[in-house]
Each structure stands twice: as C-alpha cells, then as structure tokens.
C-alpha cells in the first residue's frame, strides 16, 4: 500500500529551485509515484499530504507552489489570490466505502448508503451478513474526499441534503474521525465492524470495497472501469471544474482531482512547475494510474489541462 502522511523527494539538479506543494491525500499514491519517477529529471518537490482544505489555506496564503485538491476553489477562494489560479485536472478516481467485516459481502442501495451514516442503520445484521455492530469512520480534517463523498449522499438522500449537508467538513450523525484518507484507512483496518470512505487504492489488507447502486439502479464495484465510465460522463466545462454527485453511468462516487497553480508570478520556478506538471499530464505517466487504483485522465481532458498549464507566467 502506497500511503503518506509527507513526500519529500530530490529530483533534479541541485541549481534548480525546488517545488513545495500541500493539499489533498486522495492522489498522494499516485503523486508519490510520478515524483519518484522525475527523480533526476530536473525538479525537487515536497508534497506534503495534508488534506484539499489545508492545502488550499497553504495555497491562498502563498506559502506553497502549489497545492491540490478533490475540489475546486470556489469564487470566493479564488478572489483572495491576487496572482489568479489556474485548476488542473490531474488524476481521477473512485471514492470506496471501505468496511471491516470478513466474510461480508455488502451490496448498498442508495437509501441503504445514506441510512448508514445517518446512524440508522446500526447492524451489519440490517444489510443481510452476519450480525455485528457497524462503527462509522469520517475524515476529521477539512477534505475534498468529504466534499465529494458527502455531495453523494446529498444527491441520493433528502434527509442528508437537510441534515449535514455537503463540504469539506459536516457534523456526522454517528462515528469516529481520522485524519486523511490515510488515517481513515488504517482506523477502518483496527476496527472490526467499521465502516467509513477512502479513496480505492486504500482498500487493502482486511478492508473490501462494498458495492453502490448508480443513479440507474446499477450495482457496481469501484473499479477503474466502472470510474472511468462515470468520469467520462462529466462536463468539466470551460474551467475543467465540473463534477457529478450521482452519475446515471458507471460507479456512483468519483471525482477528479486538480492540482492548483499560480496563474503568475512564479518567477524562475515557472520552468520547473512545467516541466513537472508536463510530465505528470504525459500518456507515459498516465499510463500508470490503473495499477494504484485510479484513472488515467481521458484525451480531452489532458489536452485541455496541457493546454491551460502553459498559460502560466513568470
């Protein structure tokens, strides 16, 4: 299992100017991954894995290079950054409900999905496996797998949309939280009978990934198959922000994930971000996001991110 709670990795000569970015744990793996590749390369980069909604303060402050996020800035974020924000998709995937119950095959309608975390549904018993208290992890940082994960059950559930809502922070009904998709993960592999929501290259060991029914009645596993068919039905738009809380195609809970990207003022790191993010929006490098559980970004969206990365100014 890929995880991290901070990645600092040397890689490039040592005149060049280093990189430091922050934000979301949802694509640290697949970071980890690509920066370990440019070793050597020409660049030095130190992401640290902190969650989208400390990622984006560090960003808004300036005290990074660049930040990432499973959301997008929202205007009002966006107006408190004089040098403008360009928004990269970077790498898409799938959101899992994890859980801890061996010998458990756990197959969720809509209205069962809500209901366990709305703390009415209590026992593994009331979804057909063996009987066994459900314990309910959430991310107890701000995060943009909440803000996807939580848009879901907005979407599907009324009385979730009225009660806690959507965003990178609601107020559970029920559970324990845990810090990043890390922390979540490894609580969910302690705890016997938990159950919680993790991006897919965390469901490893112990933890399965329970089935979701889509918008059309379809029950689905997420995989990178199913993601894809979901994510390709999503109109990013002119910005390459859009989403879909509960798609009629594929796997219900994906999302892509931006990298966030000063639009000016980079100075003589500007040729370093390029030469970074260029080779993070590669075929070669995309080519490798199946084998950890996400989404290689289709051809319209990568031209479209390439062509919005070179907009960047000094």
Known sequence: ???????????????????????????????????????????????????SGAGVRQFVAGTVDFAASDVPMKAAELAKVPRGVVQLPMTAGAIAVAYNHQGCELKLSQVQLADIFLGKIRDFQQLGCTAKPIKVVFRSDGSGTTANFTAHLAAISPSWKTGPGQGKAVTWPTGVGAKGNEGVAAQLSQLDGSIGYVETAYVKGALQAASLSNAAGAMLQPNTENAAAALAAINLGADLTGSNPNPQAGYPIVTFSWILLYKSGNGTKLPVLQKTFGYTLSDGAQAGAPSLGYVSLPAPVLAQSRTALATLQP
Do not use: K
């Open 1 to 51: 299992m890929l995880l991290l709670a901070a990645t600092s990795l040397g890689l490039v000569g040592c005149n060049s100017p280093g990189l430091s970015g922050a934000g979301a744990s949802f694509p640290a793996a697949i970071y980890q991954r690509w920066f370990q590749e440019l070793d050597g390369q020409g660049s030095r980069v130190n992401y640290q894995s902190v969650g």
